[in-house]
């Protein structure tokens, strides 16, 4: 939901649809910033939880076997 009015701010922005402001660059960079938080800072996070959950499920079982 986030995503798609961010989007849609964006797409207004650049196609000129409104009186541009003064803070037209700052505007524009605000939203591409934006739309990479809201869509691929979630995806990286959850990449990163799976990789560490396989690392410490495997680092598990090689200490366990280890200290036997």
């Not at 396989?54 to 366990?64: C, H, K, P, R």
Request: charge should be positive; glycine fraction near 4%; charged fraction near 15%.
């Amino acid at each position: 939901m986030q995503f798609s009015y961010w989007l849609q701010q964006l797409l207004v922005l650049l196609l000129g649809l409104e009186k541009p402001r003064k803070d037209y660059k700052e505007l524009v960079c605000h939203h591409f910033v934006t739309l990479w938080l809201v869509g691929c800072v979630p995806t990286i996070i959850e990449m990163q939880t799976k990789a560490n959950s396989i690392l410490v499920s495997y680092t598990d079982g090689v200490i366990s076997s280890i200290t036997r």
